[in-house]
């Protein structure tokens, strides 16, 4: 008993340092449920790239009525909101422009490309019906912007934040791991 309480405890003080040292890969890419991971299109540099970002305050367990007992995670202070349609059947090319507000965005439906002409390094990013994520590549960080181009029938909608808020967020360079990879 005595020899069984030993190796459990020397497993959890292993456990807690590889915890300790690794703490962003454990928790990084959904292995973390109070942690909720998106891309951020950002202007570093004078250039537009892309980021992971783990938004904070992160999940927590929700005591509103409609959501009691599940997860929830506050998005900001937002300043307002808009919902886009582009058109049916047709690819729109947006682009270069830089994010007209810094402000989070929902793809209802349809499908994403975004590039980045300024960043050689940073590969398109494709973002899918039901993804959210964050544009701060507003105008003076960024010189050129990225250029979206948006398959026919995309919903999206904007949420700019407040003048001057931004999330707190943990920072990963690169974007964050498919979902589904
Ligand atoms: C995360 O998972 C743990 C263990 O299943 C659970 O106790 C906790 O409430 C969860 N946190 C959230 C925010 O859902
Ligand atoms: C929405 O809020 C942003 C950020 O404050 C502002 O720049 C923009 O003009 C607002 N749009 C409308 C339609 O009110
Ligand atoms: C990236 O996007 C550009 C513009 O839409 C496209 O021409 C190019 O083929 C894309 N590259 C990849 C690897 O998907």
Redesign the pocket.
């Known amino acids: 008993m005595q020899l069984l309480n030993t190796l459990l405890l020397a497993l959890s003080i292993a456990t807690t340092s590889v915890r300790a040292q690794d703490d962003l890969d454990s928790t990084y890419g959904g292995v973390d449920?109070?942690t909720l991971w998106v891309n951020a299109i950002v202007g570093e540099s004078g250039a537009s790239t892309v980021e992971c970002w783990g938004i904070q305050p992160?999940?927590?367990?929700s005591t509103q009525p409609g959501t009691v007992g599940?997860?929830i995670l506050q998005l900001g202070q937002l300043a307002n909101a808009s919902y886009t349609q582009f058109p049916p059947g047709v690819i729109t090319d947006s682009g270069l422009h830089n994010a007209p507000n810094a402000q989070w965005v929902v793809l209802l439906a349809g499908q994403g490309n975004i590039n980045f002409p300024d960043s050689p390094s940073t590969p398109n990013l494709t973002v899918n019906a039901g993804e959210i994520l964050i544009a701060v590549d507003t105008p003076g960080t960024s010189d050129v912007g990225h250029r979206s181009v948006w398959n026919g029938g995309t919903i999206a909608l904007q949420l700019p934040f407040e003048p001057g808020f931004v999330p707190a967020h943990k920072t990963v360079k690169g974007a964050c791991p498919k979902q589904d990879a």
């Open positions: 449920n109070t992160p999940f927590v367990v599940n997860k």
